[in-house]
């Protein structure tokens, strides 16, 4: 059984995580298949948007713990070579989602644990059922986070929250998450699909080169002073304004008409 399914709808390139049984827990294979996924959308001009989901009661419950237990009767040095192995092999995968050029949407539900905590903090937009919640849980197992969620979760909550959330380990309700800005919004469970297929839909006819550059833009913020941001901002205006999809939002605007962007 393939451990990611892919399917378009329309500009709308949907990713599903297909390990239902272990509640959609990461392994190898699931990690080159994701990046495989994800190889297309870098070189499909027709997709606009992502829409990441997982099969089954949970979106994501981490790593494969049974996997980690099969590796404890090694001795020490192998398993520290085998996990420092298996968790550099998620980097590449982390970059392209990190450098998604498109808008990038989760619809997630009951677990969202350990890299799936990471996974959703990748995402753009994250839309929660009411009955999911968070959790890193990497202190529960007497490990780190991984992922890249000590770079991002400090970031999105401040330091001491993300302390408080990485070193006790605890759930943090879909509403809470939504507070603290690590979703955009908690739905019902029964509407959580149509919620974020419209989500995906109203960002796939945006303006795609301006997403693309206001994110590339807000990820760079951290590492630039002020005087830099503001020459990136200028240099990103300027090639924005030579796009086809901001004649047409000029366009709308004068003319009091919704814009049609192409996506260009």
């Known amino acids: ?4 399914l892919t399917s378009s709808q329309g500009p709308v390139y949907e990713i ?3 390990r239902p049984q272990s509640l959609n827990a990461l392994n190898e294979e699931m990690m080159r298949e994701f990046s ?4 297309l959308v870098a070189t499909d001009a027709k997709i606009r948007c992502v829409l990441l989901k997982g099969a089954g009661a949970s979106f994501m419950a981490g790593g494969d713990i049974k996997m980690f237990h099969q590796e404890l009767g090694r001795p020490p040095a192998q398993i520290r070579e085998r996990f420092q192995e298996f968790v550099g092999a998620l980097h590449p995968l982390i970059e392209k989602l990190a450098n998604l050029r ?9 677990a969202v644990a350990g890299f799936g905590v990471s996974l959703t903090m990748l995402c753009d937009f994250v839309v929660a059922a009411e009955d999911s919640y968070f959790t890193l849980a990497y202190i529960h197992l007497g490990t780190t986070p991984d992922g890249s969620s ?3 979760l400090p970031r999105l909550v401040g330091l001491r929250r993300a302390k408080e959330i990485a070193m006790l380990g605890e ?3 879909a509403a809470e998450a939504v507070r603290l800005g690590l979703a955009y919004k908690a739905v019902p469970r029964g509407a959580l ?3 974020a297929a419209n989500l995906a839909a109203r960002l796939a006819a945006g303006p795609t080169r301006a997403y693309g550059n206001t994110k590339a833009l807000l990820h760079a913020s951290f590492s630039r002073n002020l005087v830099e941001q503001m020459d990136a901002e200028v240099a990103s205006f300027a090639e924005c304004a030579s796009n086809p999809d901001f004649a047409e939002g000029v366009k709308a ?7 049609t962007f192409s996506g260009t």
């Open 1 to 4: 059984m393939n451990t990611i």
């Open 16 to 18: 599903l995580l297909n």
């Open 36 to 39: 495989s996924a994800l190889d």
């Open 102 to 110: 498109v808008p990038l949407v989760a619809a997630v539900q009951g």
């Open 150 to 152: 000590t770079w991002f």
């Open 171 to 173: 759930r943090i309700p």
């Open 193 to 195: 699909e149509a919620e």
């Open 253 to 259: 605007f004068v003319e009091r008409r919704k814009p």
